[in-house]
């Protein structure tokens, strides 16, 4: 693909840098801003360089957060002794949409992958296993996505903290509410027989 | 959905005004360029302004370009007489790859589109028909999409030319190379079939 400028070119080169946009997207994108007033393109790229260089994580659980403390952490009504341990900021937007957790979050920011080359130091574990050290706390639950990257995560978490009295625990895993059996794939069938739950548990909770 | 930063939040909205893309994908980028190095984000934002601010359009085809005529005007080899009438610089480099059109383009920069409050005054018309007027020029090849509104606006500038002795062409519509006839509107099967060719001719330019 010959563009007939390098400015325009340069600036395909960088929004194709963007996960899942290809060239012909990133064109696309680019011939969009040409045509809207310069005012938006100003707008867009001083947003982007002020959120990069900006923007602070939560000391406590190192979420997305506009303060040292995010409002999570912050609030007295949450249970600081049961910790969430989750992958992103959308985990955590994902979680408190549902209402029923009521305890904090950890945000790892991403998960352990070796063909990416990342690792666990590159990770928020080692201040997940100081809190378990330093403080009470009773449960840590896991929340990654159940992917083979996803259960390295968690099983190299646990290896770490199998030493201290915390209980440990992963979300259920079991056809989603409205999925049709016959298209479940045969691992999660098969979890869900083994996790089975009571009946009258199950109805009590819908 | 609530983000737990104004930074964030900020940067989300400014990337799901681009067409196609909305807040969930917008997040998504936004928390990629996050975890990339700073400089990807600040390369992104000053090639974006860059581009807006200095790009230049061809004096002469309206093209995007470097410089103040572009390399197809400029070229000697290109037969000025010939122009086509094209939307944006996207269909320039489709014509282009095809290798078969050796005359110049003029480039719209859009389609007459009352709905979304883009009339004649907007496109670059007035400057095709100031060629026709005083050049010596011997065709004009509508290659706009075949929509309602690269029909209207193929109409519309069709009569601003009827007056001078140029001659007005459409590129032919048809069954793509490839394409199954049972799959083809009816329309563009009627028209293929009224504006057939001689099978002689069809065989010499395969």
Redesign the interface.
Known sequence: ????????E??V???S?????GKR?A?????????QP?S?????????????????YCNECH????AEI??ICESPTRDASIICVVE???D??AI?GTGSFKGVYHVL??KINPIEGIGPSQLNISTLVSKVKERDITEIIFALSSTMEGDTTNFYIYKQLKDYPVLTSTIARGIAIGDELEYADEVTLGRSLMHRIPFEQSIRQV
């Open positions: 693909m010959e563009l007939p400028s390098k400015l325009l340069n600036a080169n960088e929004i840098q963007l996960p899942g946009i997207t064109l696309r994108l680019a011939l969009h801003l040409l045509r310069g938006q393109t100003s707008m867009l790229s001083q947003a982007l360089e002020k959120m990069r260089n900006e923007i602070q979420n997305i957060s506009d995010c409002k992103d900021v959308r955590v937007m408190e920011g991403g």
